[in-house]
């Protein structure tokens, strides 16, 4: 099984910045896309940024040009730069990872617990 701990969610005013991380374990033969995801309060979880594992990014238009992913395969992590936070960014942020616990395994998609990122005045 592969596990995935976020950390670094918080409360940050608007136009601030957070970074986010997420970390891997567990049994791991390999990891193909992991990303982000998020859910606000009353709406479905969305896609905000994935990242393969040779670094080809794709992001939702509302982010662009706000937040970065980035990836450090050699400790499977991924993380989240957000700048210039917005209160609609305001949600539970996921981190998200299709990944073969073994290489007996197909590919299995994974979900972090989440963590809960809050911009307000």
């Known amino acids: 099984q592969v596990q995935l701990v976020e950390s670094g969610g918080g409360l940050v005013q608007p136009g601030g910045s957070l970074r986010l991380s997420c970390v891997a374990s567990?049994?791991?033969?390999?990891?193909?896309?992991m990303g982000w995801y998020r859910q606000a309060p009353g709406k479905e979880r969305e896609l905000v940024a994935t990242i393969t594992s040779d670094s080809n990014t794709n992001y939702a238009e509302s982010v662009k040009g706000r937040f970065t992913i980035s990836r450090l395969n050699a400790k499977n992590t991924i993380y989240l730069q957000m700048n210039n936070l917005k209160p609609e960014d305001t949600a539970v942020y996921y981190c998200?990872?299709?990944?073969?616990?073994?290489?007996?395994?197909?590919?299995?998609?994974?979900w972090g617990q989440g963590t809960q990122v809050t911009v307000s005045s």
């Open positions: 567990g049994s791991i033969f390999s990891i193909n896309i």
């Open positions: 998200n990872a299709d990944a073969r616990a073994t290489i007996l395994d197909l590919p299995t998609t994974y």
